[in-house]
Nanobody, 123 residues
């Protein structure tokens, strides 16, 4: 089970910090990622973190968001800085296979999903 927290409201230019805690299984052996879905849009990859800690970011958030994992705490983090109204969405954490023919951006790669946490950025 994955449970996100930390969402809420922010002004443009502000910051938010999201967390995702896993229970029932260790995150250490999984690729983990943050996705987001805005109303009327498809769910899209925000950032991924390999089992070894290598991060990858979507172009729209690179340089503003930082993803990290703490395997000892079974937790995934997303630090969101300089947020924009376009960042408004439901944010989901996900865990999936470390090796796959599917790209990290594919929803089908991830077998475990959180319920989501809402982020709303106003101008």
């Amino acid at each position: 089970q994955l449970v996100e927290s930390g969402g809420g409201d922010a002004q443009a230019g502000g910051s938010l910090a999201l967390s995702c805690v896993a229970s029932g299984r260790p995150l250490g052996g999984y690729m983990v990622a943050w996705f987001r879905q805005a109303p009327g849009k498809e769910r899209e990859l925000v950032a991924s973190v390999t089992a070894g800690g290598t991060t990858n970011y979507a172009g729209a958030v690179g340089g503003r968001f930082t993803a990290a994992r703490d395997n000892a705490k079974n937790t995934l983090y997303l630090q969101m800085n300089s947020v924009k109204p376009d960042d408004t969405a439901m944010y989901f954490c996900a865990a999936g296979a470390t090796t796959s023919i599917l790209p990290t951006s594919s929803l089908r790669r991830y077998g475990y999903w959180g319920q989501g946490t809402q982020v709303t950025v106003s101008s």
